[in-house]
């Protein structure tokens, strides 16, 4: 159980106690303060009878015990533990006994104060010596200091223990509480940047006939404000973290593809992360000037590590140009367009007189993802160096569509089944016939203006059969979609791109294909991924394993999952207005509706979405029809 509000997190099982075991802990800046926080009351540890988060950063802990030898079978103390990713824990006790109590209690603590890398990799060193200090205990090393105190101070501190003390009277039905508070020296508690006065994102609801929308829309909206981080050089700016416990800091494609899928909260996430990501651009004259820098990702059994910076450097014009639609303020836009002007020469460049751009790396692969991305980049910036007055347009219009042209005939593999696009080509033209989840990439194509939907790189027919490929047993888990087919060579339930479930891709797909009129298909994957959120309490993992969903089953976490994760909430609130079909073109003053006209979820009503940086609720009915009920003044309903 993961409590976040970085750049702090608080981890435990849902034992309540922190024993010092795997990540369990209080941290701050990936540093961990404090590993072992464990309660006995009466010399016997509770017995925990229940555990949930209450918020994304905070947890609630119950335990039981008998504390009276007159008490019979039944407990007579209730402790409740709130945990906040702050570094505070409050320690509740109520006692049921008829007769007055006198209860000891006595709180266990440690830690390493390690690095959260060396700690994942089994390098963390033993716990620290501690010392007493002020009302509690505190730890030091040369990297680093924490302290734990008390609120009321404990009746002992032994520091060669690291035990604090206390012995409470309770009368019948009375209560007393603890308050600890972790805290590396000279700090002071952590605000989340998610807090309502600050967030760049509105706080949208959802309801209607199905009760999970409300919980998923209302859970990814807190993890999503949970991971937000300032840019150090510039504190306006928030961008998200890519999820916790692994990735507190900035990934570049993950951030700018989570802020894209919440365009329907505001603009402000966006503008701020394209102005954190401005500043890292690569400059110069060399081969990877205008270039997003970003890490190596793993792609799967069947291609090499994929570059996130290529990915990073496609999305910046795409966000721009669509968060442009949704309302993102002329002056911002101007301020942007020069970095994505850059971002689309380097994609010129790169390709030069070819036809597709291949991996920056020597003798890599063309992915048909990248293909997809690089696609859409030049087809949306086409549009936003036009809107803007700038040259270049043309140009990229020009190659996207050669690049159509020549996508189909080259990626496109026949067989008796229908035909599949392969997943890459290597450099001597030989196709990755494998089917995986990177091509939902191929549906998503774009937003352009009047509500309308870029072209993609398939054609209609084939459209069709990726559809019905993306909705076939082999690829629809039943908890989304796997990202590589069952029959695959080198399926893996739990392969990160070679067979788990991926929350985002799934996501993606959902949108693709009910933009592109394949309900049926994209019904299936959605309440695939509903069910999924239920089981896992509405906090969306970024991924799990791709195991067939059957009666009676819940989708098995992955052990390397970051949950909360940044594209996984994001997804949330794709899955939920992809049913409104919400298609805004703010600086035409209209905004255009293509809800999913089977209704697979009854009626639906949005409330508290942006769009023209004003609010904007939307009703769809249970025959699939869509109703304006919040707008901003002047805002059209586009055809």
């Given at each position: 159980?993961?409590c976040?509000?970085?750049?702090?997190?608080?981890?435990?099982?849902d034992?309540?106690?922190?024993?010092g075991?795997?990540?369990e802990?209080?941290y701050?800046?990936?540093?961990?303060?404090?590993?072992r926080?464990?309660?006995r009351?009466s010399g016997?540890?509770?017995?925990?009878?229940?555990?949930?988060?209450?918020?994304?950063?905070s947890?609630?802990?119950?335990?039981?015990?008998r504390?009276?030898?007159?008490?019979?079978?039944?407990?007579?103390?209730?402790?409740e533990?709130m945990?906040?990713?702050?570094?505070?824990?409050?320690?509740?006790?109520?006692?049921?006994?008829?007769?007055?109590?006198?209860?000891?209690?006595?709180?266990?603590?440690?830690?390493?104060?390690?690095e959260?890398?060396?700690?994942?990799?089994g390098?963390?060193?033993p716990?620290?010596?501690?010392?007493?200090?002020?009302?509690?205990?505190?730890?030091?090393?040369?990297?680093?200091?924490?302290?734990v105190?008390?609120?009321?101070?404990?009746?002992?501190?032994?520091?060669?223990?690291g035990?604090?003390?206390?012995?409470?009277?309770?009368?019948?039905g009375?209560?007393?509480?603890?308050?600890?508070?972790?805290?590396p020296?000279?700090?002071?508690?952590?605000?989340?940047?998610?807090?309502?006065?600050?967030?760049?994102?509105?706080?949208?609801?959802?309801?209607?006939?199905?009760?999970?929308?409300?919980?998923?829309?209302?859970t990814?909206?807190?993890?999503?404000?949970?991971?937000?981080?300032?840019?150090?050089?510039?504190?306006?700016?928030?961008?998200l973290?890519a999820?916790?416990?692994?990735?507190?800091?900035?990934?570049?494609?993950?951030a700018?593809?989570?802020a894209?899928?919440?365009?329907p909260?505001?603009?402000?996430?966006?503008?701020?992360?394209?102005?954190?990501?401005a500043?890292?651009?690569?400059?110069?004259t060399?081969?990877?000037?205008?270039?997003?820098?970003?890490?190596?990702?793993?792609?799967?059994?069947?291609?090499?590590?994929?570059?996130?910076?290529?990915?990073?450097?496609?999305l910046?014009?795409?966000l721009?140009?669509?968060?442009?639609?949704?309302?993102?303020?002329?002056?911002e836009?101007?301020?942007?367009?020069?970095t994505a002007?850059?971002?689309?020469?380097?994609?010129?460049?790169?390709?030069?007189?070819?036809?597709?751009?291949?991996?920056?790396?020597?003798?890599?692969?063309?992915?048909?993802?990248?293909?997809a991305?690089?696609?859409?980049?030049?087809?949306?910036?086409a549009?936003?160096?036009?809107?803007?007055g700038r040259?270049?347009a043309?140009?990229?219009?020009?190659?996207?569509?050669?690049?159509r042209?020549?996508?189909?005939?080259?990626?496109?593999?026949?067989?008796?089944?229908?035909?599949r696009?392969?997943?890459?080509?290597?450099?001597?033209?030989?196709?990755?016939?494998?089917?995986?989840?990177?091509?939902v990439?191929?549906?998503?194509?774009?937003?352009?203006?009047?509500?309308?939907?870029?072209?993609?790189?398939?054609?209609?027919?084939?459209?069709?059969?990726?559809?019905?490929?993306?909705?076939?047993?082999?690829m629809?888990?039943?908890w989304?979609?796997?990202?590589?087919?069952?029959?695959?060579a080198g399926?893996?339930?739990?392969?990160h791109?070679?067979?788990?479930?991926?929350?985002?891709?799934?996501?993606?797909a959902?949108?693709g294909l009910?933009?592109?009129?394949?309900?049926?298909?994209?019904?299936?994957?959605?309440?695939?991924?509903?069910?999924?959120?239920?089981?896992f309490?509405?906090?969306?993992?970024?991924?799990?394993?791709?195991?067939?969903?059957?009666?009676?089953?819940?989708?098995l976490p992955?052990?390397?999952?970051?949950?909360?994760?940044?594209?996984?909430?994001?997804a949330?609130?794709?899955?939920?207005?992809?049913?409104?079909?919400?298609?805004?073109?703010?600086?035409?003053?209209t905004?255009?509706?293509r809800?999913?006209?089977?209704?697979?979820?009854?009626?639906?009503?949005?409330?508290?979405?942006?769009?023209?940086?004003?609010?904007?609720?939307?009703?769809?009915?249970?025959?699939?029809?869509?109703?304006?009920?919040?707008?901003?003044?002047?805002?059209?309903?586009?055809v």
């Amino acid at each position: 159980m993961i409590c976040v509000a970085l750049p702090a997190l608080a981890i435990s099982t849902d034992q309540g106690q922190m024993t010092g075991q795997g990540l369990e802990g209080f941290y701050r800046s990936g540093r961990r303060l404090l590993s072992r926080c464990r309660l006995r009351v009466s010399g016997r540890e509770p017995l925990a009878v229940q555990a949930r988060m209450t918020t994304a950063d905070s947890a609630r802990f119950v335990g039981a015990l008998r504390a009276s030898p007159h008490s019979g079978p039944d407990p007579d103390i209730v402790v409740e533990r709130m945990r906040h990713a702050d570094g505070t824990e409050r320690i509740t006790l109520r006692s049921a006994a008829l007769r007055p109590l006198r209860v000891p209690v006595e709180v266990a603590l440690g830690t390493d104060l390690a690095e959260m890398g060396a700690i994942a990799s089994g390098a963390a060193g033993p716990e620290l010596p501690a010392t007493v200090y002020d009302s509690g205990l505190r730890w030091s090393c040369p990297t680093g200091t924490s302290s734990v105190t008390a609120d009321p101070p404990p009746m002992d501190a032994l520091a060669s223990a690291g035990l604090l003390r206390w012995e409470f009277e309770l009368p019948p039905g009375g209560s007393r509480s603890v308050e600890l508070r972790v805290r590396p020296d000279g700090a002071g508690p952590v605000r989340s940047l998610g807090r309502k006065a600050t967030s760049p994102l509105a706080a949208a609801q959802a309801s209607g006939d199905d009760p999970r929308l409300q919980p998923l829309l209302r859970t990814s909206v807190e993890d999503l404000n949970a991971l937000l981080l300032r840019d150090p050089t510039n504190p306006t700016d928030m961008h998200l973290a890519a999820g916790a416990p692994w990735r507190c800091g900035l990934a570049p494609a993950d951030a700018l593809a989570a802020a894209r899928m919440v365009l329907p909260l505001g603009t402000r996430l966006a503008a701020g992360t394209l102005r954190s990501l401005a500043r890292t651009q690569l400059r110069g004259t060399g081969p990877q000037s205008g270039m997003i820098p970003g890490p190596r990702r793993d792609a799967g059994t069947h291609l090499p590590p994929a570059c996130t910076g290529t990915e990073a450097g496609l999305l910046f014009p795409v966000l721009l140009a669509e968060a442009r639609r949704w309302g993102l303020p002329d002056s911002e836009t101007e301020e942007l367009l020069p970095t994505a002007e850059r971002c689309l020469t380097w994609l010129r460049t790169t390709v030069g007189d070819g036809t597709y751009l291949c991996d920056p790396q020597t003798g890599g692969p063309v992915r048909c993802e990248t293909q997809a991305h690089a696609h859409r980049a030049a087809v949306l910036g086409a549009d936003l160096l036009d809107a803007c007055g700038r040259p270049g347009a043309a140009e990229l219009r020009q190659w996207a569509q050669a690049l159509r042209t020549a996508f189909r005939e080259d990626f496109w593999i026949d067989d008796l089944g229908g035909g599949r696009p392969a997943a890459a080509r290597a450099p001597d033209g030989t196709r990755v016939p494998h089917l995986g989840a990177a091509a939902v990439h191929l549906l998503d194509t774009g937003l352009l203006g009047g509500g309308e939907l870029a072209p993609g790189l398939l054609g209609k027919v084939q459209t069709g059969q990726l559809a019905r490929l993306l909705g076939g047993p082999a690829m629809d888990s039943g908890w989304g979609l796997r990202g590589l087919a069952v029959k695959e060579a080198g399926y893996n339930p739990f392969g990160h791109r070679s067979g788990a479930v991926r929350v985002h891709e799934t996501a993606v797909a959902v949108a693709g294909l009910a933009a592109a009129g394949y309900e049926k298909e994209a019904n299936s994957l959605l309440r695939g991924a509903l069910a999924a959120a239920e089981s896992f309490g509405y906090r969306l993992p970024e991924m799990c394993a791709g195991e067939q969903r059957t009666d009676g089953s819940a989708p098995l976490p992955h052990p390397a999952a970051c949950r909360p994760a940044a594209i996984a909430a994001a997804a949330g609130v794709l899955l939920t207005v992809t049913l409104a079909g919400v298609r805004p073109d703010a600086p035409a003053g209209t905004v255009t509706l293509r809800p999913v006209h089977s209704a697979p979820l009854g009626e639906i009503v949005l409330t508290g979405l942006r769009v023209a940086g004003a609010p904007f609720s939307v009703r769809v009915s249970r025959l699939g029809l869509a109703m304006v009920e919040e707008a901003a003044d002047g805002l059209q309903l586009g055809v």
